[in-house]
């Protein structure tokens, strides 16, 4: 995943106030992060993408002589305006602080209040962008009284220069505060930098000096933008993981996957939004495809974003057949509905471009007009959509020796054009032709062997024919589990016997009995395994492009 934007802006805004060069490790050159780092150095600080590949920004102190008067264009970044405004309240000099004409509509109007509290000279147009800020001075901090029902941005932007006031801050809100998990990552971000900040729903404080910040530190993957593939899980049972998500992070998203653990697969069902506001698309489309009734809750402030995101969601699901009902704070989306094809505007929001390319992946016909927003926060997404779009689960085909599993087999690979893999010509290729090597080795030595190269080649988009009792050694059932759906390819015992009848390969006894004759001890033994692992059976007598044709029908429709 990208670096989290939100930890990066905070941690860029920490860094460059420390005193000290940091280097900050991990901050994806998202647009919102761009126009931090473009705005620290605008208002004198030495800020500077390093390795933009792995995304590494050096932050330094404001260095003597900068200038002090500039403007600062911030795109429709809310993070990055709003937290820059703060530190422009700090620098001497005069700031103009802008952004796009839809974050021209953005309120800014408490944070400018709060300031003005403190002292220092600011001003915007009816609340709202640009800001203008004359900073004679630092102000010396003290108490304040915040409104920060519309968004928590505020607050944190306020916090995280606090520690550099001499008498520190202190904040009331007046009222209950939007996203309050969000201020909880503002003091998780602070205390990296070694700043105690103090935090309750009714206030938060913060005070000076720091205990002294690290030289390099590391911004975690971005839970926010990894929701598109927790939800993609939760509605086809997919297994898309990323590498450098980290439990624990203090980031509100990461509560996604238990969220969604709690919404039932029918009837109705009621989602709070207010704790993880920017999983609020994603949870829309969660819920057109589910059958019940959900209400998305709690999200007035999702109005004031990069768009109204609860207008332009009804809007689009709308478009896709989906019934629905708006709400100020939400939407209830009664799911269950088959999408239709639709050309979707997302506002130039990148979490609306994002939510409906998940639409597109559960129903055909859906197309994303401007699909470049997401580069506000996830720029490689539409790269990453191919990459998932390209690992599909691995196909296990199962089943009794002389079921046809490998005739089988190479024909889906056929259909599909992806790879295929025979174990059973796969051991011998590697080693020798499996009669004589069970011989002089034994089934368990063959077994553990072929549990190897099953491990092996059980990868993404590829099919693999296990041989017949592959099924049995514990390694490979869990293998099985974990990473495949599982073709069984079922056959009675007479038409085993006739397969391998017809067959001139030699095949060693499992039993010591003869081959023909241990078919029926071997096949009550294994299919119970066939049954409890297998996504779909599949009837053995039937031709091949029967097989084939009904294969892809129930793998099609074993996703959620």
Not at 139 to 157: E, K, M, N
Not at 327 to 335: A, C, I, N, Q
Not at 365 to 383: L, M
């Amino acid at each position: 995943m990208p670096g989290s934007k939100s930890e990066a802006n905070r941690l860029l805004v920490a860094a460059a106030l420390s005193g000290r060069t940091v280097t900050v490790h991990g901050a994806t050159p998202s647009d919102d992060v761009r126009h931090l780092v473009s705005g620290l150095a605008t208002l004198g600080f030495a800020a500077t993408f390093v390795d933009e590949a792995n995304g590494v920004v050096r932050v330094g102190p404001r260095a003597a002589g900068a200038a002090t008067r500039g403007e600062l264009f911030c795109g429709n970044a809310g993070t990055a305006l709003r937290f820059l405004v703060s530190v422009a309240a700090i620098t001497p000099g005069e700031w103009t602080l802008t952004g796009d004409a839809a974050m021209q509509r953005r309120p800014i109007d408490p944070l400018v209040q709060a300031w003005r509290q403190l002292g220092v000279d600011l001003d915007a147009t009816n609340g709202l962008p640009p800001v203008h800020v004359r900073c004679t001075a630092v102000p010396i901090g003290g108490r304040v009284h915040l409104d920060a029902s519309a968004s928590s941005q505020f607050a944190s932007s306020l916090l995280l220069v606090g520690a550099h006031l001499r008498d520190g801050l202190e904040i009331t809100f007046d009222g209950a505060v939007a996203s309050l998990p969000y201020l909880q990552l503002t003091r998780a971000v602070l205390q990296k930098t070694g700043i105690a900040l103090r935090l309750t729903a009714r206030g938060a404080g913060v005070r000076g000096p720091a205990l002294g910040s690290p030289t390099s530190v590391e911004v975690t993957g971005d839970w926010s933008s990894a929701g598109v593939w927790t939800c993609l899980n939760h509605l086809t049972g997919s297994r898309i993981t990323a590498t450098n998500l980290r439990a624990g992070s203090g980031q509100p998203d990461e509560q996604l996957a238990s969220v969604l653990g709690r919404v039932p697969r029918t009837g109705d069902h009621t989602i709070d939004v207010g704790p993880l506001p920017d999983q609020f698309c994603n949870l829309a489309v969660v819920a057109a495809h589910r059958s019940g009734t959900t209400r998305l809750v709690g999200g007035a402030n999702l109005r004031i974003k990069e768009c109204d995101r609860i207008a332009v969601m009804a809007r689009g699901l709308l478009q896709l057949g989906v019934r629905l009902e708006e709400r100020p704070d939400g939407l209830v989306v009664h799911g269950g509905r088959e999408a239709r094809a639709a050309a979707i505007d997302p506002a130039n929001d990148h979490r609306i471009a994002i939510a409906f390319a998940l639409a597109g992946l559960l129903a055909p016909g859906v197309t994303i007009v401007d699909p470049t927003c997401v580069s506000k926060s996830y720029p490689a997404f539409w790269a990453d959509l191919e990459r998932v779009q390209r690992s599909l689960r691995c196909v296990a085909v199962v089943g009794m020796r002389g079921a046809g599993k490998s005739t089988f087999a190479a024909a889906l690979a056929q259909a599909t054009g992806l790879p295929h893999v025979d174990i059973d010509r796969l051991f011998e290729a590697r080693f020798q032709p499996i009669a004589p090597f069970v011989a002089k080795y034994g089934w368990h030595n063959f077994r553990d062997m072929e549990a190897a190269l099953v491990d092996e080649a059980l990868q993404p988009g590829h099919i693999v024919a296990t041989g017949g009792g592959a099924i049995e050694h514990p390694e490979t059932q869990a293998r099985l589990r974990e990473r495949a759906l599982v073709v069984w390819l079922d056959a009675d015992a007479a038409t085993l016997r006739a397969h391998i009848a017809a067959d001139p390969r030699q095949r060693p006894s499992v039993t010591g009995a003869p081959v023909d004759q241990e078919i029926d001890v071997l096949l009550a033994r294994r299919r119970p395994l066939f049954e409890r692992f297998a996504t779909c059976r599949i009837d053995a007598t039937a031709a091949t492009a029967d097989q084939v044709g009904e294969a892809l029908r129930l793998l099609r429709d074993s996703g959620r």
